[in-house]
């Protein structure tokens, strides 16, 4: 059984700053990648920011110079620091990880989203 718990989404004027935070527990071998996406309403998912085990990142267009993602391996734990936020930014944020269980087959898990709300 693996687990994706999300924190750090709330409502902030914009300008503002937030971090959020997901942990990863349970029957974990290895993660390869983590990141997050987010869905606007009446909108598809769409990447936010990945991060491989080794550091390599890739961020969409939209958020480059203000969102900022990092990983600690130690606590299986991914953060997205997310600044200059724009009304734009308004979504429900998703966490991503594709986790290898010890003795089964890796497997793409999400977490259950946070709402962050950008007001103008």
């Known amino acids: 059984q693996v687990q994706l718990v999300e924190s750090g989404g709330g409502l902030v004027q914009a300008g503002g700053s937030l971090r959020l935070s997901c942990a990863a527990s349970?029957?974990?071998?290895?993660?390869?990648?983590m990141g997050w996406y987010r869905q606007a309403p009446g909108k598809q998912r769409e990447l936010v920011a990945t991060?491989?085990?080794?550091?390599?990142?890739n961020y969409a267009d939209s958020v480059k110079g203000r969102f900022t993602i990092s990983r600690d391996n130690a606590k299986n734990t991914v953060y997205l620091q997310m600044n200059s936020l724009k009304p734009e930014d308004t979504a429900v944020y998703y966490c991503k990880a594709q986790i290898t269980p010890f003795q089964a087959i890796g497997y793409a898990y999400w977490g259950q989203g946070t709402q962050v709300t950008v007001s103008s």
């Open positions: 991060i491989t085990s080794g550091g390599s990142t």
């Open positions: 349970g029957n974990i071998f290895s993660i390869y990648e």
